[in-house]
């Protein structure tokens, strides 16, 4: 009697660039061969390193929420004022949730002639790292010295830098917001901010220019003209020269 012995096709994975590496040296390939297998194992693991950063961000955004904004800013009676997350909120709300995806984010300050550039990079324990950079003009208004001018800059621009980087929205109180609100909402209020303080001028200035007494009271339909018009002017290194 003849029994017929049936296989199962099994699928077979690929060799790694490791693999191949392995199996070159134990049959003794060239020093050109192994090279190139050696540049293609690096390729590989950077390619490895960026999905799985990938994937840790897209986890990690799920999970992060709109950042709660815990200061306000008052210039006096009749001037401008705006409410803002500072730095410590937004690393109160981020860290564990980032920690726990295997993410973490450090700052890079660099001074190119009169500009201040910080660099927020966010890594992830693979390996892989992605960098968000922002300039802007050190903040002379009101009193103060070289020193609190440059320290009020970098912490401002480490706080847009990250949540640029982690595509982070602040928010008010839940009951503080209205559904009939009119004016600019938030990533507008910060859009025009960012290119306000990079012009070298004050939210002071621009709240005068515009004839309103706040950010937010200014009319969405002049968002993209008054935005385009802040951009355009030439930079200067201090407000009180405008």
Known sequence: MTFEVQKLSMPVQPATPMEMLNRALMSG????????????????????ARKAFDRAMAAAKSELKPIKKNREVSHGVGKTSYKFADLAEIERSVVPILSDHGLSYRFRTQVNDKQIVVTCIVSHQDGHSEENSLPASADTSGAKNAIQALGSTVTYLQRYSLNAALGLSASDDDDAVSVNAVGLNDDEIDQITYAVVASGRTLEWFCKFAHIKELSDLAPERFDAALAYVKKLPKVDNAATE
């Open 29 to 48: 390939a060239t020093p050109e061969t192994l090279e190139k297998l050696l540049a293609l194992q690096e390729r590989w693991e950077r390619n490895m």
